[in-house]
């Protein structure tokens, strides 16, 4: 059977949880995962749990790190599988996620809820910045991105 790569968001955990914290990850690009594998441990404001492997594979990519904050639907993990029940889940673009690298202008840049707030608690207008790395989900600008620009500048 011929295989196909598949995005899998982060899960919803209901109406009133919209985030989740990456509290560890149990695999990394290029691992083989068999469904059911744990995968990672994630943390709703009401528990924490397992985050299994929705089906066999290859993981492509997993743009995640311990302590990162997910909005539901966001990008979780990248799959390479055979599994044709998951096909309503295939990559509409099929490549690579690509490496976290610093923004070319401020207004490309997607921010983290608590990226915003620590850099507006800073003092500093997250729609200007342009000197910041983007290296959370996604190419998001994350909290741990903000604290590194607040350290290089104190510097």
């Given at each position: 059977?011929?295989?196909?790569?598949?995005?899998?968001?982060?899960?919803?955990?209901?109406?009133?949880?919209?985030?989740?914290?990456?509290?560890?990850?149990?695999?990394?690009?290029?691992?083989?995962?068999?469904?059911?594998?744990?995968?990672?441990?994630?943390?709703?404001?009401?528990?924490?749990?397992?985050?299994?492997?929705?089906?066999?594979?290859?993981?492509?990519?997993?743009?995640?790190?311990?302590?990162?904050?997910?909005?539901?639907?966001?990008?979780?993990?990248?799959?390479?599988?055979?599994?044709?029940?998951?096909?309503?889940?295939?990559?509409?673009?099929?490549?690579?996620v690509a490496a976290p690298t610093a923004a070319k202008s401020a207004a490309a840049l997607i921010w983290t809820p608590?990226?915003?707030?620590?850099?507006?608690?800073?003092?500093?207008?997250?729609?200007?910045?342009?000197?910041?790395?983007?290296?959370?989900?996604?190419?998001?600008?994350?909290?741990?991105?903000?604290?590194?620009?607040?350290?290089?500048?104190?510097?």
């Open positions: 059977m011929a295989t196909f790569i598949i995005d899998v968001p982060v899960p919803s955990m209901g109406a009133t949880v919209s985030e989740l914290i990456v509290v560890s990850l149990k695999t990394k690009p290029g691992d083989r995962v068999a469904k059911g594998q744990k995968i990672a441990e994630l943390e709703s404001d009401k528990s924490i749990f397992e985050y299994e492997a929705p089906a066999d594979g290859t993981v492509l990519a997993l743009p995640v790190k311990p302590g990162e904050v997910l909005q539901s639907g966001a990008l979780f993990l990248r799959l390479e599988t055979e599994d044709a029940s998951l096909r309503h889940l295939e990559s509409k673009t099929g490549a690579a608590r990226a915003t707030k620590l850099a507006q608690e800073a003092g500093l207008d997250p729609a200007t910045l342009t000197d910041i790395e983007a290296t959370g989900p996604g190419g998001r600008v994350s909290g741990d991105d903000v604290a590194r620009l607040l350290a290089r500048r104190q510097a």
